[in-house]
C-alpha cells in the first residue's frame, strides 16, 4: 500500500508514538491535575513535557501558553471566536480550509466584519491586497501558512511584520507545515498558531494545539473543571487551565510529545529536505504526463508537499478509486473543504485529486504512483 493523504493525517507513525500512547494507558493511565497521587503526577507531568517539546519546536517563550485541542479545527476556532468581538473586523484568503472561513463567517451574525482576499491562480496572495484591505477596526489577520489544497506556502514572516507595523493581531493556520517547515513565532510575529497533533507532528489523532500570545485577551470556549481554584465558581485566569477545562486527551497528548521528540531528533532542515525531494520528483514527473492538468505553484520551494492533479475529463472521485482499488495508492478527491479555493482555480464543479506526501515515503512509492497515473492517463485518453 502506498499512503499519498498525509495532509489528512500522517500514517504510519513512528513506533515510539503507538508505543507511547499504550504505555501510558498500561503504565499510568490516571487522570492528570486532579488527584495528588503518583500515577496522577507522572501522567501531569508527561502532558507538561509535550508542552515543553512544542514550545522549543516553536519557539515558544512559556509552554503554558500552548493550549491542547481536539485537532486544528478546534484550535482554529478558539482562537478567531474568542478574540474577536462585536465591530471588530478581520482579514483572511481565498484559499483557507472552512475551519477558518466557516468561523469568520458564522461571526457575521455577531456583527464581525470580515474582507477575503482574492488569491492569483496558484494561490499565491498579494500583500498589498492584505495592507489595502486594513481598515480602522481591523483587529485579526488570519492565514494558512500553506494550502492543503494547492501546497502554496504563504509569506507568513512578511504577513507578520505587516500584522505588526499596523498593530493587528496575526493568526497561522499551520495545518499543513507544523512538523515539516520552520516556524518562529517571535521571529515571525505571530500571535496565535493553531496546528494539527494528528498531522505532520506524527502524534495520534484528537491533538493539536493553539498558541496564544502573552497577554493576549482570548475569551474560553468552554467552562468547567481544572483541578486547580476548585473553591471557585469562576472559570481560572490562568494558562492553560483557562481553555482546558475537563479529562485531556492524556494519551494522545504524550503521544504527540513522543511524535514531536522523533521531529526534533531528526531535525526539521532533514525532513525537509526528503519530503522536497520527493515532491520534486513528483511534480517532474507529473509534467511529462499527457493529459494531467496539474494545479498550483509547480515548485518544491514555494510549495508543501501538497500536489492536486485532474486527469482528461475524468471525475476526481473515480481517479481516486481506480488509484485505491487498482494500484492499492490512498489519495484524497473532491473539494478538500476549501470551496473558495477551488473557485480561485476553477475547480469547484470537478474537484480534484490530492496527492499528499509524508515524512515515511519513499522514492519507490512516488515512482510507483507516476506510473499509475500514467496507466490511468492512457487509459483516459
Ligand atoms: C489548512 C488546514 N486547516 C485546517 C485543517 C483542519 O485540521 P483538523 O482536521 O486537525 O481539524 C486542515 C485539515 O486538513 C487543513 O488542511
Known amino acids: 500500500m502506498i499512503y499519498l493523504d498525509n495532509a489528512a493525517t500522517t500514517f504510519p507513525k513512528p513506533d515510539i508514538v503507538y508505543d507511547t500512547v499504550m504505555n501510558v494507558m498500561k503504565d499510568f493511565g490516571a487522570n492528570p491535575g486532579r488527584s495528588g497521587h503518583k500515577l496522577a503526577l507522572k501522567a501531569g507531568r508527561g502532558i507538561y513535557d509535550t508542552r515543553e ?31 474577536l468581538k ?15 472561513l466557516r468561523p469568520i ?11 477575503i482576499i482574492k488569491c492569483d491562480q496558484k494561490g499565491f496572495v498579494d500583500l498589498d491586497d492584505i495592507e489595502n484591505a486594513i481598515e480602522a477596526n481591523t483587529r485579526l489577520i ?10 502554496t506556502i504563504y509569506p507568513i514572516e512578511k504577513i507578520g511584520a505587516l500584522a505588526k507595523k499596523h498593530n493587528i493581531i496575526y493568526m497561522v493556520d499551520a495545518a499543513q507545515t507544523a512538523g515539516i517547515y520552520h516556524i518562529d513565532v517571535e521571529r515571525m510575529n505571530i ?18 494545539g493553539l498558541y496564544i500570545k502573552e497577554g493576549l485577551d482570548v475569551i474560553q470556549m468552554k467552562e468547567g473543571g481544572t483541578g486547580s481554584k476548585s473553591h471557585e465558581l469562576i472559570q481560572p485566569d490562568i494558562l492553560p487551565d483557562k481553555y482546558e477545562s475537563g ?33 520534486k520528483l513528483f511534480l517532474d514527473g507529473l509534467k ?36 485505491d482499488n487498482v494500484f492499492d495508492i490512498s489519495t484524497r478527491s473532491g473539494l478538500h473543504c476549501a470551496p473558495l479555493a477551488h473557485k480561485t482555480l476553477g475547480t469547484l464543479e ?32
Request: glycine letters at 10%; hydrophobic letters at 40%; a neutral charge.
Open 53 to 83: 517539546k512544542l514550545a522549543s519546536l516553536f519557539n515558544i517563550k512559556n509552554p503554558m501558553n500552548i493550549i491542547f485541542t481536539y485537532n486544528a479545527t478546534d484550535a482554529l476556532n478558539l482562537g478567531i471566536k474568542g478574540f
Open 86 to 100: 462585536k465591530g471588530d473586523h478581520v482579514i483572511t484568503t481565498a484559499m483557507e480550509h472552512n475551519s477558518v
Open 105 to 115: 463567517l458564522g461571526l457575521e451574525q455577531k456583527g464581525v466584519k470580515n474582507t
Open 142 to 151: 488570519v492565514t494558512t501558512h500553506a494550502s492543503n489544497l494547492t501546497g
Open 191 to 208: 500571535d496565535l498558531l493553531a496546528f494539527p497533533g494528528h498531522k505532520s507532528l506524527l502524534g495520534p489523532q484528537g491533538t493539536g
Open 247 to 279: 479529562t485531556p486527551n492524556t494519551p494522545g497528548i504524550i503521544g504527540l510529545g513522543a511524535g514531536v521528540q522523533y521531529i526534533l531528533d531528526k531535525g526539521i532542515d532533514n525532513i525537509m529536505k526528503h519530503e522536497k525531494e520527493l515532491l
Open 288 to 323: 511529462l504526463i499527457d493529459g494531467v492538468k496539474i494545479y498550483g505553484p509547480l515548485d518544491p520551494e514555494k510549495q508543501a508537499p501538497v500536489v492536486s492533479i485532474n486527469i482528461g475529463d475524468e471525475d476526481s472521485s473515480e481517479i481516486s478509486y481506480i488509484l
Open 350 to 381: 470537478r474537484g480534484t485529486i490530492r496527492f499528499s506526501i509524508g515524512l515515511f515515503n519513499t522514492k519507490k512509492d512516488i515512482l510507483s504512483t507516476l506510473d499509475a497515473i500514467k496507466k490511468i492517463a492512457i487509459e483516459a485518453m
